[in-house]
Structure formats: C-alpha cells, structure tokens
T-cell receptor, first 114, second 112 residues
C-alpha cells in the first residue's frame, strides 16, 4: 500500500498565479479530507468528500479556493489567484468508514506564495 | 461545531519520566477519540485511539483514557524517550459526521 500520495511536495509561486495541489487517496477509502496547517491556526479542515461528493466545504477560506474529486482515486485543491497568506502546508487525508476510523495523511504540499 | 482545547501547549520532561496531555471537547455526541503524533517536517500519524464505549486503552508505553461525562480524554506516555519528542494532537470526532477537529497541539520535548 503506497499510502496517500500528494504532489507536488513543494511549490513556490508568485502572487496571483494559479496553484493546483493533487491527492491520491488509499485505494478503497471512501472519505477524503483537505487540511491546511500553519503555525498560527494549526490544522484546519478545508473540505471533505464522502464517496466523491463534497459534504462540508465550510472551511474553504474564500472563493479563491476550490476542490474537486472527479473519481475515487483523485482529488485536487486549486487556489486562483494565490496570495502570500495562502502559504502553508496542505495535507490530504483519507479514511474508510469502519471499525478503525483513523485518518491516513499524505506527506503534504508546502506552498510558498511570494 | 466542536470546540477542542489541549493542555499544556508545551511540555518538557526528562527521559524516563511520564507525560500526560489532556484534551477537552464540547460535543457530547462525540464518539471517537484519536491522538496523532507529528514529528518536525512530517505528516501527522495516528498513534492511539479510543471509542466512546471504552474508558481506557493501552499500547505498550502509550495509553488513552476517556471521561465522557466530563468530556475530556488524555494521552499518557510512560518511560519517555527522546524519539517521543514531537507535537501531539487530539482530534475528537463529532457524532454526526467523519470530521475530526484537531486541537492546537502540544509540543513535547524529552530531554536526554
């Protein structure tokens, strides 16, 4: 099992550019979560999907952020246009509803907007 | 939504001592109580979890205790080692969904 796979690992972009983060959940997991981690705000849930359907996007900061899950094995988080305050580590996590409900996190994408 | 508080925010112990981190939550319907460990520059990893029908669970040097009446659960680490140094997060799950709400974290430092 390769675990949750995120790409890229690091992204440096200029303010105003579009940024796309990618995630492949563990095969068979039916829930996927996007988190953002900063020193000031900790781990914040941005959005989560269940069976590819967005269930709760109340954590998405603003309209500049969007997320999709076109199929069970792929999700994207897009920021357009990016701003310096978007700089953070973005984690994707997946889980399978069942006796053991812990999340498995990906390695994260460290985003720097200059 | 769920309000989660962790205490202390930082904890420094000598190698071999015990460490206890407490997490309080607000949603009385919460039914799943995990603890995550995050080493510097790494991803959060699940280290132990407990369900609402159990009061205590132990796995070698770590244990979790749950007090549902008081709405808090605690992480206990015995015989601490330098490799236990990390940030620890509690993340209770509310009763109506799969969302985990993470606490702000506790930085544990184990001094050799």
């Amino acid at each position: 099992d390769a675990g949750v796979i995120q790409s890229p690992r690091h992204e440096v972009t200029e303010m105003g550019q579009e940024v796309t983060l990618r995630c492949k959940p563990i095969s068979g997991h039916n829930s996927l979560f996007w988190y953002r981690q900063t020193m000031m705000r900790g781990l914040e849930l941005l959005i989560y999907f269940n069976n590819n359907v967005p269930i709760d996007d109340s954590g998405m900061p603003e309209d500049r952020f969007s997320a999709k899950m076109p199929n069970a094995s792929f999700s994207t988080l897009k920021i357009q246009p990016s701003e310096p305050r978007d700089s953070a580590v973005y984690f994707c996590a997946s889980t399978l509803k069942g006796p053991r409900d812990g999340y498995t996190f990906g390695s994260g994408t460290r985003l720097t907007v200059v | 939504g769920e309000n989660v508080e962790q205490h202390p925010s930082t904890l420094s112990v000598q190698e071999g001592d015990s460490a206890v981190i407490k997490c309080t939550y607000s949603d009385s319907a919460s039914n799943y109580f995990p603890w995550y460990k995050q080493e510097l520059g790494k991803r959060p990893q699940l280290i132990i979890d407990i369900r609402s029908n159990v009061g205590e669970k132990k796995d070698q040097r770590i244990a979790v205790t749950l007090n549902k009446t008081a709405k808090h659960f605690s992480l206990h680490i015995t015989e601490t080692q330098p490799e236990d140094s990390a940030v620890y997060f509690c993340a209770p799950r509310g009763g109506s969904n799969y969302k985990l709400t993470f606490g702000k974290g506790t930085l544990l430092t184990v001094n050799p």
